[in-house]
């Protein structure tokens, strides 16, 4: 994967839209290179490792994960479906345990993404992350779509953690992710510029609307206070809902 491009905040503030707005997805907030150190089918995992280190200007957040297998009471992925701007989807119940790649106990089961969202063809490879904000697997296929939001399974972190009993440091994340043999079972997330808040707001998702009502949301992500715009003459009744990433009700308002 030498010729690899790993591109870097490529998101959207518009709902609607497909096109990044952010001016670091737009002027090549990229690297270029990496390589392949494990993989393994019974996951369906594979670990790369960068070339170059993101430059402090990304902004880098580097994703912690869990290992021991215990069973997720959310999930939330975040993905690129077909190289689209990124997209999150949200399991608010507790996902179960299944037979994913025809091997026992391989996957997370997502049985039907809530909050009107899903993904898509081409969202395969995206992570699946837990209520602790721990990295517990990746997607490789299912049958969710925009018109049909169920049935996905992820290859299960704790899996491609052991290689499903391998003893080959090319087929499981142990060897790497853990190369003193500590045990650990779990690491937070990491922010190499230290310091910075956890956005308090963030667009998720939004209910379907027409496509002719205009909606916005800025700044996103933002930490105290956020604009939402809708445009449309004949709209009422309108209900707008803010939560964090577990689900938590933070503020309702009616416009």
């Given amino acids: 994967m030498g010729s690899a491009v790993f591109k870097f905040n490529y998101n959207s503030t518009n709902c609607s839209s497909s096109n990044a707005n952010a001016a670091g997805a737009t002027n090549g907030n990229s690297v270029n290179g ?5 993989s393994n089918s019974a996951s369906d995992f594979g670990l790369i490792e960068l070339n170059t280190t993101p430059p402090a200007s990304y902004e880098v957040f580097y994703a912690g994960w869990e290992n021991g297998g215990s069973s997720p009471q959310t999930g939330v992925s975040i993905h690129h479906p077909s190289g689209d701007v990124k997209k999150l989807a949200f399991d608010d119940d507790p996902l179960t345990s299944a037979a ?26 995206s992570g699946l992350w ?3 904000h721990h990295l517990v697997g990746q997607l490789h296929g299912g049958q969710a779509n925009c018109s049909n939001s169920v049935n996905d399974y992820y290859g299960k ?21 853990d190369p003193t043999g500590t045990g650990v079972t779990s690491l937070d997330g990491f922010d190499p510029n230290g310091g910075v808040d956890v956005p308090a707001f963030c667009l998720t998702s939004v209910k379907e609307i027409d496509n002719n009502i205009s909606f916005e949301m800025y700044p996103n992500p933002a930490s105290n206070s956020v604009t939402v715009m809708l445009i449309n003459n004949g709209l009422n009744n309108v209900s707008v809902e803010l939560v964090d990433l577990q689900g938590r009700l933070i503020s309702s308002i009616q416009m």
């Fill in 34 to 38: 990496s390589t392949l150190k494990a």
């Fill in 100 to 125: 994913g790649l025809s091997i026992s106990n391989s996957s997370w089961r997502i049985e039907a993404w809530e909050r009107n969202t899903t993904t898509e063809g081409g969202s395969s490879g």
């Fill in 130 to 132: 837990d209520e602790n």
């Fill in 157 to 177: 972190f704790s899996m491609s953690w052991t290689g499903n009993g391998s003893s080959s440091s090319s087929s499981r994340l142990r060897d790497w992710l």
